[in-house]
């Protein structure tokens, strides 16, 4: 029963030892979670969750981690584990899905496919969760429940609000009926000592929601006899104050038809033991409808759901079962307990029958049972009652006992023999049909019953009853009753044996009705094999077209039903050679290796009968593995030449046949040259030119055309060169000369055009063509002597031979070429030509006019290089005079010109300055060894920077260099010339200096210079350049930039210099100057600029916080004789200690800003004569109680008492009592006399009095002040100063308090004035409240009389004045002194 060995049966522990063998349950431990490794702290509610039987889900954390522990089932020894932090785990009932709760975050995880399924954010926490459905959740909040749907992206829909009577509820289950449309809140709570269960019933039809009390609840599906549909009930169980209780009802209205379901309300039994049990979850077997209730102490109740009966009752778990889940496998209830056992409950399905009819002593419960759930364990019962009925002759009601015994245990041929064995009365029906009539009404009938049935009913030719009860499967077909049943309908019969799955009496029919169709889908569906040649013969006799339906359907598969070759075969004996075709066409589609036999069968058949059949097969290359030569022979005897060829695989066959092109279709011929070698290919080509050239030249050009790159060019123009076919020749090139890149190619067709006399072809190829070689196709054309020299003119062009071509043309007096090349073909080869001329010593008039005649563009720097390398410029000058007077601006022109006017020296730098047209690098260029002058006047003119540097340089013209550079104003110029590798810096600075800034009036000029200098980072240069500028008095003298920057320049560079500056120049910006002075460190420059300026503050700031000096500092504050400058002043001497000297130059400041700073340091230095002076000064400029506070305390520390009092009896803001707090402790007692008077602090007052020896008054102050401390600390002086009458009054007001007087009488004793203690004790006798300090006074005087006093007589005085504190110690003391017993109050 699932214990551990070793250890005693659980049901053994819990059952008596004569009911442990039989029992109507099955119990079994399936797993111990404990001994797969989970930890038993995690198992628990809160933890773990099953949802169903297939997975049990735990959370674990494993130090620091925390995983998700997942128990299959069906393995559970090997459960999984992952890394996974979350509030709650469940998974999905039937798949490997898990829902993971972590805060308000919900996600639903696929672990096999590892994805992310849904997520959804609740906008409040999810108090309980779980699977309702295979792809629905059921989501709980503290108001309302969700259904959130595992597909597609929908959020959870609300279904209803929750109820009040959950309210405060742990909830621990949800449920839901079949269809959705009844769901359950369970919850429970603790109240008065027991645990109290609460539910919400509600309807999704009617929405609306019923309150009940109960723990645990279920709803199951149950249909009554007599009903025809279910009915959807609702169990729940409930452990109230007065008893347990079961309930059954019925939810929702009926169906139609059906009777209403009667309530049930049972008691339920809970032991003695057991008083605070109750019920913790519910399952209903639907197979057994039988009701499995869990207690929380691990009892296991059964219920019969249709009754109520209580079946079982026991305990199966010492520890609780705390969930649980509906168990499949049995229709039984699965759950875990506290220690982590998986047990299981389910319905013996042998015992259970036998147990209620033996033990409960209910048979009518077992049939009841055994009847609706068809159950063994009571045949007996059937049997005697069958028996009993048969026996009265209630054949009716014994048919109905048969028909409804469990497992059919009645229904044998026994019973059918009985029935025939009784006599039809007349006019009644027959047992035997009113026996098969109830069977058939209950269900299907067996074997027996159905041949016993049909055989009657056939032989009265009631075959439409036999239809009718195989179409409501009331029947059980076999062989036998097909074979009955085919003797009146072989259609009806193959029904039967269809049902029955007899495949040989299937196929025998289905031949012998014509379906030839269904044999073989039958045959595959059922996994039988026929002889299916034989069934295709006796087909093809009868029908030849269903013969090759059928023989396609035997090779439709990968591995055909029945041999090819038998198969065709039976097409060849009854001579059905289209048939066979079609049938082999669709059988080899495959075209497999093996078939190759069957392909040549095929294509042989064919050419014999129908050639244009096999030409139409052999045209859509559908197979490939037949006998070519055959077929090739074949084919040419059938006169089909083009597949004869195509399957010939010797050469010489292939040229027998293919020079008869007038027999061939040309598009395919061309195509099959490239299935052929390349040597077969170019024997092909010969034999066909040798045989016919005129007839077979096309197609060979065509072949040679589409080939060439397999069947090398080179090769086919030595064919078509052998047979000296030049047409052909140049109909094959020219249809790849425009693809190929071959040199040998484009010459070849550039001869064989000039062969042919196509003339205009060769001047395209010369034209377009970059493959030729151009020296050789030049030299074949020179040679041609072609009468259009064109082609010629062109390539000499294109590949510059211009002067070679010249030379030919002007040799061969073809002038009129060389006019037409310069003014039609490529007039920017003009001073090629021109250039060739002149080698040839043409005359210049011919020279002249062919220029003047060419109107086309051509680089004219080009003419001018070509005439100027030959010493002949001057040829061009009336040209380019000509051009100029025509407006053209080419600079190529002007610049011939130029050099033209340069070498004449024909005022030449005039028309450099004013011509705006020519190339200043170009022409400066021609003039830097004619003249570097004119070279720089050139590159000025077109701001060439670097070559115009470079030529200055070379030729020491820097104060040409100088000016340029500070009219061009550019800084990447400036740096290049004063970069420090510059060896012509110097030189050129002392220019710039001396002459270029000088001469100029521009400001921008002057701006740029300086920039440029700082930018090189040449302070001492630039220091001397604005030397120049500023000190010169030039027209920028009072420039207040350069002024500035002068000085700054002379800050960083040399400081040496900076007073002079600070002292000549007038219009700077002196506040920033002289804050770079102080950064730089020049503290008295910059104190004489702020001097100079008249900035005192910043000047005498420079003088306290830079030069440090104070003496200086306060000449120069007497020199101004301003507030901010005193002020400044006041600060540094207060800083400095310099007290006196501070509060001076406040006081002349009229500034009090700081006298919190003031009075703290006049304070620590003791500069109260000084600080009095202050603060009147500040009083009177502000109102402040810090300042009058101060004022008060000065005037005592300086003694002025009379100021004092005048200050305090006036308006003042000052805080008097902290004043006389401080005098006080500072012992100013006079003063502090004056203050406390003043606030009337009287206690302060008495104190600062005793102080002062003023006794008299002090306990006058006392007196006003009233109280305790102050009374004992004057009466303590006036002890102290001998004043025994004035402490004596003080000690009447002390005596009073019983707290205080040890401490009087302590220090009276300890000065030794016990005379004047005693005096005041006395005193105090008459005194109102004296009895409160009496007993005090005598323990004083007890304590010190005690070493020679009557212990005795002490203690009677004691009782008489009720002094019993004092009798306590004086005897007590007594005794220990003379060890004598103490005597107590009663005794005496």
Known sequence: LGCREGERSCLDFYLPATMAQVLPIRFQEHCQLQNVGINAANIGFATLTMESDKYICVREKVGETAQVVIVDMADPGNPTRRPISADSAIMNPASKVIALKAGKTLQIFNIEMKSKMKAYNAPEDVVFWKWISVNTIALVTETACYHWGMEGASEPVKMFDRHTNLAGCQIINYRTDKEQKWLLLVGITAQQSRVVGAMQLYSVERKVSQPIEGHAASFAQFKMQGNQSESTLFCFAVRSATGGKLHVIEVGSPAAGNQPFTKKAVDVFFPPEAQNDFPVAMQVSPKHDVVFMITKYGYVHLYDLETGTCIYMNRISGDTIFVTAFYEPTSGIIGVNRKGQVLSVSVDEANI????????????????????????????????????????????????????????????????????????????????????????????????????????????????????????????????????????????????????????????????????????????????????????????????????????????????????????????????????????????????????????????????????????????????????????QLCEQAGLLQRAIEHY?????????????????????????????????????????????????????????????????????EIFESFKSFEGLFYFLGSIVNFSQEADVHFKYIQAACKTGQIKEVERICRESNCYDPERVKNFLKESKLTDQLPLIIVCDRFDFVHDLVLYLYRNNLQKYIEIYVQKVNPQRLPVVVGGLLDVDCDESIIKSLIMAVRGSFDTDSLVEEVEKRNRL???????????????????????????????????????????????????????????????????????????????????????EARYLVHRQDGDLWALVLIETNEYRRPLIDQVVQTALSET?????????????????????????????????????????????????????????????????????????????????????????????????????????????????????????????????????????????????????????TYTEVIEVAGNNGNYEDLVRYLNMARKKTREVLIETELVFAFAKTGRLAELEEFVNGPNHAQIQQVGDRCYDAQLYEA??????????????????????????????????????????VCFACVDGGEFRLGQMCGLHIVVHADELEELIRYYEARGHFDELIALLEAALGLERAHMGEAGGLICRLQFFLSFCNVNIALCLSVKFFAWQCQFCAGTFGAVRASEPPVHPAGV
Not at 431 to 437: D, H, K, S, V
Not at 601 to 606: A, H, V
Not at 657 to 686: M, Q, R, Y
Request: aromatic fraction near 8%; charge should be negative; proline fraction near 4%.
């Open 1001 to 1153: 009036q521009n400001p921008d000029e002057v701006s740029a210079t300086v920039k440029a200098f700082m930018t090189a980072d040449l302070p001492n240069e630039l220091i001397e350049l604005l030397e120049k500028i500023v000190l010169d008095n030039t027209l920028f003298s009072e420039h207040r930039n350069l002024q500035n920057l002068l000085i700054l320049t002379a800050i960083k560079a040399d400081r040496t210099r900076v007073m002079e500056y600070i002292t000549r120049l007038d219009n700077y910006d002196a506040p920033d100057i002289a804050n770079i002075a102080i950064g730089s460190e020049l503290f008295e420059e910059a104190f004489a600029i702020f001097r100079k300026f008249d900035v005192n503050t910043s000047a005498i700031q420079v003088l306290i916080e830079h030069i440090g000096n104070l003496d200086r500092a306060y000449e120069y504050a007497e020199r101004c004789n301003q507030s901010d400058v005193w002020s400044q002043l006041a600060k540094a001497q207060l800083q400095a200690s310099m007290v006196k000297e501070a509060i001076d130059s406040y006081i002349k400041a009229d500034d009090p800003t």
């Open 353 to 632: 029958i036998p147990y209620i009819t033996n033990t409960l002593q209910n048979p009518d419960l077992a049939l009841r049972m055994a009847v609706r759930n068809n159950l063994a364990g009571g045949e007996d019962l059937f049997v005697r009652k069958f028996n009993m009925l048969f026996g009265q002759m209630q054949y009716s009601e014994a048919a109905k006992v048969a028909a409804a015994a469990p497992q059919g245990v009645l229904r044998t041929s026994q019973t059918i023999q009985r029935f025939q064995g009784v006599p039809t009365q007349p006019g009644q029906t027959s047992p035997l049909l009113q026996y098969f009539g109830i069977l058939l009404e209950q269900g299907q009938l067996n074997k027996y019953e159905s041949l016993e049935l049909c055989r009657p009913v056939l032989q009265q030719g009631r075959k439409q009853l036999l239809e009718k009860w195989l179409k409501e499967d009331k029947l059980e077909c076999s062989e036998e009753l097909g074979d009955l049943v085919k003797q009146a309908d072989p259609t009806l019969a193959l029904s039967v044996y269809l049902r029955a799955n007899v495949p040989a009496k299937v196929i025998q029919c289905f031949a012998e009705t014509g379906q030839f169709q269904k044999i073989v889908l039958y045959a595959k569906k059922v996994n039988y094999t026929p002889d299916y040649v034989f069934i295709l013969r006796n087909v093809m006799r009868i029908n030849p077209e269903q013969g090759l339906q059928f023989a396609q359907m035997l090779v439709q598969d990968d591995e055909p039903l029945a041999d090819l070759s038998q198969i065709v075969d039976v097409f060849a004996e009854f001579n059905l050679v289209q048939q066979c075709t079609s049938f082999l066409l669709d059988a080899l589609k495959n075209n497999r290796p093996a078939e190759g036999p069957l392909q040549t069968r095929l294509l042989e058949m064919n050419l014999m009968a129908a050639p244009q059949v096999a030409d139409a097969i052999l045209g859509n290359q559908m197979f490939t593995h037949y006998d070519r030569q055959h077929i090739a």
């Open 649 to 717: 695989q010797d050469s010489f066959d292939i040229k027998r046949a293919i020079v008869h092109t007038h027999l061939l279709n040309p598009e395919w011929l061309v195509n099959f040259f490239g299935s052929l070698s390349v040597e077969d290919s170019l024997e092909c080509i010969k034999t066909m030119l040798t045989h016919n050239i005129r007839q077979n030249l096309q197609i060979c050009v065509q072949v040679s055309t589409k080939y060439h790159e397999q069947l090398g060019t080179s090769s086919l123009i």
């Open 874 to 960: 001057k040829l061009l000058m009336p040209w380019l005079e000509s051009r100029i007077h025509d407006g053209v601006q080419e600079p190529a022109t002007h610049n011939a010109l130029a050099k033209i006017y340069i070498d004449s020296n024909n005022n030449p730098e005039r028309f450099l300055r004013e011509n705006q047209f020519y190339d200043s690098r170009v022409v400066g260029k021609y003039c830097e060894k004619r003249d570097p002058h004119l070279a720089c006047v050139a590159y000025e003119r077109g701001q060439c920077d670097e070559e115009l540097i470079k030529c200055c340089n070379e030729n020491s013209l820097f104060k040409s």
């Open 1232 to 1273: 502090a006399k004056i203050l406390f008077n003043n606030v009337s602090n009287f206690a302060r007052l008495a104190s600062t009095l005793v102080h002062l020896g003023e006794y008299q008054n002090a306990v006058d102050g006392a007196r006003k002040a009233n109280s305790t401390r102050t009374w004992k600390e």
